[in-house]
Nanobody, 122 residues
């Protein structure tokens, strides 16, 4: 069993920054690919970015250059630094632990956090 707990969401003006955290427990975190997804109202869950055990990353074009994923294996925590936020970034953000398959597919992840709300005002 894996527990993932996100934090750091909130309300920010367009152009601002937020840093999300995801604390993990219950699995060997350091060997896991970890991902961030988001889901806006009325839309499907969308891949944002992921990071491998050796800190290689893959990021969606929609946030590339603005969002950065990182991890601290000693703290079992993955982070999402979000800069230059836009109103269209408003969503619930989820971290997830990868199981198998394509890293951009939500079905490839088997454990999810409860999500943290990010609201970007214009």
């Amino acid at each position: 069993q894996v527990q993932l707990v996100e934090s750091g969401g909130g309300l920010v003006q367009a152009g601002g920054s937020l840093r999300l955290s995801c604390a993990a427990s219950g699995r060997t975190f350091s060997t896991q690919i970890m991902g961030w997804f988001r889901q806006a109202p009325g839309k499907e869950r969308e891949f944002v970015t992921c990071i491998t055990w050796n800190k290689a990353t893959y990021t969606a074009d929609s946030v590339k250059g603005r969002f950065t994923i990182s991890r601290d294996n000693a703290k079992n925590t993955v982070y999402l630094q979000m800069n230059s936020l836009k109103p269209e970034d408003t969503a619930v953000y989820y971290c997830a632990s990868y199981r198998s398959g394509t890293v951009v597919g939500a079905s490839s992840y088997d454990y999810w956090g409860q999500g943290t709300q990010v609201n970007v005002s214009s």
